[in-house]
């Protein structure tokens, strides 16, 4: 009973909540995702938790330095990997498991979903996870959609096949090649508990995203900051599902 009155209060709570999306332009209304078929952006939680992703990886380089300043603050993050990319650097995506990080379906070879067929999203989503599956062990379902593409159809099928939507609530626009500082100023200034925040180790320009770590971990930390891994922040908080 006292769990029921809890989510009910929780659903109340989240259907008053208005916060702005980063890549929206006004305000979002938030919904309570009772239901694996919601895609999730944040969590609702009295905790100072928060959620590290990078998509894209692995790459050969960039990863790496990733891993370096997650390891020497004690860190774990999510990564949305890329199947092909898995296939060309499987040593990469093992260092990421064995260093105690979660990895997500990002498809086989990031195709925008609104322009491949049903069809064609269950076989980058199957190629995806056999390459994680022959390199780790392990079939990812946390699913992060290339460009944050979804609709409600969709959003039914990727549910039926058993895999989580996961979106992001802060967006550090870090493949644009955004300076070190930009980043982190966009997360610092931005972030609050429950946030999923948004980055990428593999970026077609400058790469800057550890430099950005270096700064936004211990700044966060010092603020009381607690990072954990989607799955965890998922189990230790309310998901939230954007309405728009």
Sequence with gaps: MKKKRYRLVAL????????????????????????SDKPVWRVMT????????????????????????????????????????????????????????EIGNHTYHHPHLSRVTDETLLEELAACGRAA?????TV???????EGARTAERGKLLGNEGYRQILWSVDTND??????????????RSVKPGDIILMHDYVARRFQGAAALETVIPALQKEGYRFVTVSELLELGTPLSPSW
Excluded: C, M
């Design 133 to 137: 599956e022959v390199t780790v062990g």
């Design 12 to 35: 109340v709570a989240a259907l008053l909540i208005v916060v702005s999306a980063p890549t929206h332009t006004g305000a979002a209304q938030v919904v309570f995702a009772d239901t």
């Design 175 to 188: 493949w644009r090649g955004r300076s070190a500082e930009e980043i982190s100023r966009v997360v610092l």
């Design 140 to 146: 990812p379902v946390l699913f992060r959609p290339p």
């Design 46 to 101: 009295d905790e100072k938790l928060i959620a590290l992703t990078f998509d894209d990886g692995p790459h050969p380089h960039n990863t790496d330095a990733v891993l370096a300043v997650l390891a020497k603050y004690d860190v774990k993050a999510t990564f949305f990997e890329i199947g092909r990319n898995i296939e060309l650097y499987p040593d990469v995506t093992r260092r990421v498991v064995a260093a105690g990080h």
